[in-house]
């Protein structure tokens, strides 16, 4: 600014001060400062500017109070204000969230494998699923798993089932493998073992359907010819009479164009190993012609022939994406590869989760009624989670359980919680969640707890520093409020405890010392039933009646408030005060607002303020 301006500005203010001050602050005596005594509403959205976690986040947190910033943000912005300023600051606050979400918040998810269902079965039984009397036997699976689990673990363990099938007696097979551990996704590299090569631009692909994996080719949608190896680990062929079987799945048919190899010198090079086609030992299917069929075996080869010798068995898909005579695109999927002496029977199972948490008794089957494990049948009915049994990136759980929750939660209580566990396939792996859902019924919603919320923090400027003042005013609600009915119950259990059970109705919800009522939300001050709860007012007439009332009131609120806001404390240079707005009946049947105020004296201690308990006038 210009220097002669401020000059100027200087002199015509001390040539019109008197009339200047007399204009704008009225009542001001010369000597007099003039003051700016702030009382501010203003929500703060200036997290960016922070440091630390708020600044990252965007709100604040129990970990990283609005304390530790506010007071330093109000100083910058509201450096004129005078003491005694006050200003009510809302802004963005995560609670922590409860013990209870907190420990389905992120938990393992473990899918059975061959071995995991040999040691539920014993040795000299085959069979990769449970039934109905085999199930309770997974503690045995997940003992074996998790070594030193920490009581609370929980997990989310997926398995097949079938609930008559029996496990098959016979011996452990030379090799198996389902796939179960593939990802989704195209096959560029080997795995487990097993040699992958592809040319003419397609690839193998590990797909998922119904919660079974298993390898995928197709020529559809290439440009010319392709060919798609997939061959085995080696196996070392027993004298035993050995045999090799597989499961196949065929869609959309047009050509045959899988067949099945075996070579026993292939070492990583499909050009140079000597291969023997062992095709016609299979039945693989010709239908359908559109759409997909179910997998079933393709049959049993005997190895006899191979006995004592490392074999490896080779899938070799030959096929053309170019529409005309040379067309051939059959889809073709594999799944449980075998060589063993005895071939297991094909059960058809379907997919079950069980949510087991590991207790000091060990791992039980989670038993609460406010966490619900979605089942297949859940996800189906809901349309594209149903497609894997899974939500994703694409699938978002979070458009899908609120109606689901509609339907499998009857009745629901405001602010009722549920926690939903779900599978969530992240791209790369499967994973199990644990989300909190609160039903509102405001908007007859189920919405998920984000825990974030907007709080509003009172701040006075007192000794030169903006200080947090939470003071409070506590509106205890009308009947039926559940927060209400459990301080007004308090207070009746106290005065059972300290002040005598005669004191206490038959239902054990009202009190006739102080005159509360856990029943009604308010405080009962008709004599008439005083005197037929105890004998001791019976003397008394109603003035003298409600003189005592009104002379106990002040110290009934005394052990709700100890109980409930036990965290209360004092504040370095503000009074902290806390407000309770109720309810009062009397004998002629009105209901009458009240408030009563009481000081903050040290950590959970409170005292009433003199002549506060007065009539709310609306």
Same mark, same amino acid.
């Not at 039945?283 to 079933?296: C, D, E, N, R």
């Given at each position: ?439 509102? %019924? ?6 998920? @707890?984000?825990?974030?919320?907007? $709080?509003?923090? /009172? #701040? &006075?400027? *007192?000794? =030169? ?19 209400? %009915? ?6 009746? @259990?106290?005065?059972?405890?300290? $002040?005598?059970? /005669? #004191? &206490?109705? *038959?239902? =054990? ?110």
């Amino acid at each position: 600014m210009n220097k002669n301006i401020v000059s100027s500005l200087l002199v015509a203010l001390l040539m019109t001060g008197c009339s200047y001050n007399n204009e704008n602050f009225e009542g001001l005596v010369k000597g007099d400062k003039p003051t700016d005594l702030k009382k501010v509403e203003v929500e703060f959205t200036e997290y960016a500017t922070l440091k630390g976690d708020a600044k990252k986040n965007g709100y604040f947190s129990e970990a990283d109070p609005a304390t530790n910033y506010l007071p330093a943000w109000l100083a910058k912005n509201y450096f004129t204000a005078d003491e005694g300023s006050s200003a009510k600051v809302t802004f963005k606050f995560k609670e922590n969230i409860s013990a209870f979400a907190k420990a389905y918040a992120s938990i393992d998810y473990l899918k059975l494998s061959n071995d995991d269902y040999k040691l539920v079965h014993g040795a000299g039984y085959y069979g990769s699923y449970l039934n109905k009397y085999t199930t309770s036997k997974l503690y045995k699976v997940l003992k074996a798993k998790y070594e030193a689990p920490a009581v609370g673990n929980i997990v989310l363990a997926e398995y097949n089932y079938n609930a008559d099938a029996k496990p098959q007696k016979m011996d452990d097979p030379l090799y198996s493998f389902d796939f179960e551990n593939l990802q989704p996704g195209e096959i560029t590299r080997g795995f487990n073992g097993w040699f992958v090569q592809t040319t003419g631009g397609i690839n193998w692909q590990a797909k998922s359907y119904s919660d079974n994996t298993y390898p995928q080719f197709s020529a559809n949608g290439a440009k010319g010819a392709v060919e798609g190896w997939l061959v085995t680990p080696k196996v070392k062929v027993t004298n035993e009479p050995i045999n090799l079987t597989f499961d196949v799945n065929v869609g959309y048919y047009n050509a045959d164009c899988l067949s099945v190899l075996i070579s026993t010198d292939f070492n990583k090079d499909v050009a140079k190993a000597t291969w023997k086609d062992v095709t016609s030992s299979f039945t693989l299917p010709k239908v359908p012609t559109s759409g997909y069929g179910t997998f079933a075996s393709a049959g049993i080869l005997n190895l006899t022939d191979y006995a004592g010798k490392s074999i490896s068995v080779a899938f070799k898909y030959v096929g053309n994406g170019v529409k005309g005579p040379d067309l051939k695109t059959t889809t073709y999927q594999i799944d449980n590869v075998i060589v063993g002496k005895d071939i297991p029977v094909l059960v058809k199972t379907e997919p079950q989760y069980a949510l087991m948490e590991y207790t000091e008794k060990g791992w039980n089957a989670v038993s609460n009624a406010d966490v619900i494990a979605l089942s297949p049948s859940d996800y189906t009915a809901m349309g594209d989670p149903g497609k894997n049994f899974n939500f994703s990136a694409s699938i978002k759980a979070a458009d899908y359980l609120p109606a689901f929750l509609n339907k499998a939660v009857a009745y629901p209580l405001n602010k009722e919680a549920k926690v939903i566990v779900y599978k969530y396939y992240n791209g790369k792996t499967v994973e199990a969640y644990g989300d909190e859902y609160i039903y509102s %019924s405001e908007t007859a919603r189920w919405a998920i @707890d984000t825990h974030l919320l907007t $709080k509003t923090e /009172q #701040y &006075v400027l *007192s000794a =030169g520093n903006w200080n947090f003042d939470p003071s409070t005013v506590i509106a205890l609600g009308g009947k039926g409020d559940a927060a209400t %009915s459990a301080f007004y119950q308090f207070i009746t @259990d106290y005065v059972k405890a300290e $002040k005598g059970a /005669q #004191y &206490v109705s *038959s239902f =054990g919800n009202n009190d006739y010392y102080y005159g509360g009522s856990a029943y009604q939300n308010n405080f009962d001050f008709r004599p008439s039933a005083w005197k037929a709860q105890a004998s001791e007012y019976a003397s008394m007439d109603d003035t003298a009646l409600k003189e005592l009332m009104f002379n106990r009131l002040p110290e009934a609120f005394l052990p709700a408030l100890k109980q409930f806001y036990a965290d209360a404390n004092l504040v370095p240079g503000v009074e902290v005060i806390y407000t309770v707005t109720f309810f009062i009946y009397f004998e002629d049947k009105t209901t009458v607002p009240y408030a009563i105020k009481y000081k903050v004296t040290g950590l959970g201690q409170f005292e009433y303020i003199k002549d506060s308990l007065a009539k709310i006038v609306v």
